[in-house]
C-alpha cells in the first residue's frame, strides 16, 4: 500500500535545533555561529556547536545578521533602465564580478525612470541594511538628486554626475574617446574627416565633438565648420548627416559618427551611392553595440564605452580598495579595430 504523498518541504533547522543536538543553550550557539568575542565559551563547546551546524546543515540568517551588525555584506545598486538596456548592462557585469571578488552581494533595482525614483529606490534600499550604493543610469548626463543624499550609506554615482560634485562618479572620457576615434582616422592617411554628432545638450556629443577638435588640431588640420552635422541619435539621422557631408564641393573621405546607430545609417547612404567601405570612404563609430557594430558588412571599428569597468570600480570604491575623490572620474574609451577603418 502506498504512504500518503505530501508536499510539505523539511523545515529548515534552527539555532535551537543546534542547542538541542550540542547539549547547549540557543544564546551559546547564537554567540558561537555569530562570531560574538568578548564571551568566554570553552574551545570544546565551541567545537560542538560547529559539529551540529554541520551535521544538521544549518545556515545563518544572513539578514538577520547584518541587521545586528549593520554589516550586511550587500551592495546596492539602483538603476534607471541599464538592466534592460543591452549595452550598458555591462555595469552590472562589472559591479557583479568585483563584488563576489570581495565577498559582497549585490542587490539591484531597476526603476525605469528619472532621479526622483533613483533615490527613492536607494532610500528603501537602506532599510535592508546595505553597506553601499551605486546609483546608475543608462547613459551619461548630469543629474540633480536636490540634498538629498545625506542620509545615504556610501554612494557612487555611474555614467552620471552631480551638478555640484558632492558624490563621486565615475563616467566614460567622451573627450578621449572622441580623439582616439579621429586619431585612428587620421594615422590612416585621412585629412578630411567629417563628424555626424549627436545632440549638442549631451555630454557625449560636447565630449566627442572636443575630441575630434584636439584630433585635427594636434596634427595640424584646420577645422572645416562644414565637415560637422549633428543628428539625433538615430539611423536615419546618419543616412541624412552622411549624405549632406559627402554632397560638399570637397567631401570628406572619411566619417567619424558619434554613436554606432548613426554609422549604420552612413553605411546605408554609402551603399546606396555605391562606394565602398573604407574604399572609398572610412567609418569609426562609438559605443561598441555589439548587436550592430560586429555585424555590419564590412564591420565596424568603433570606440567602446567602459560600462563594465565603471561598475568594477564602484564597487572597488564602495568596498574601500580603491577610494574615489568627489566629482568626476573620467574612465578612458577603449578602441574596438574591425574592418571600416
Known sequence: MLGRVTSERPTRPSQQDVARLAGVSRTTVSFVVNGVTGVAIPAATRAKVWAAVEQLGFRPNELARGLRSRRSGV?????????TTPYAVGIIAGAQEAAARHGRTLLIVDTDSGAGSLLDAAAAMTRWQVEGLMLATDHHREVSLDGEVAGLPPTVLVDCVEADGRLPALVPDERQGGRLATDTLLAAGHRRIGLVNGPPDYPASAGRLAGWRDALAGAGVE??????????????????????????????????????????????????????????????GFDNREEIAAHLRPALTTVALPYREMGRRAVEHLVGATPLPPGATRLPCPLVSRASV
Open 75 to 83: 551592495l546596492g545598486l539602483v538603476t534607471d533602465a541599464i538592466a
Open 223 to 284: 577645422v572645416d565648420q562644414r565637415l560637422i552635422r549633428v543628428g539625433d541619435w538615430w539611423q536615419e539621422s546618419g543616412h541624412t548627416g552622411a549624405a549632406a557631408l559627402l554632397d560638399l564641393p570637397e567631401p570628406p573621405t572619411a566619417l567619424f559618427c558619434a554613436n554606432d546607430w548613426m554609422a549604420m545609417g552612413a553605411y546605408d547612404l554609402l551603399r546606396e551611392r555605391g562606394l565602398r567601405v573604407p574604399g572609398d570612404v572610412a567609418v569609426i
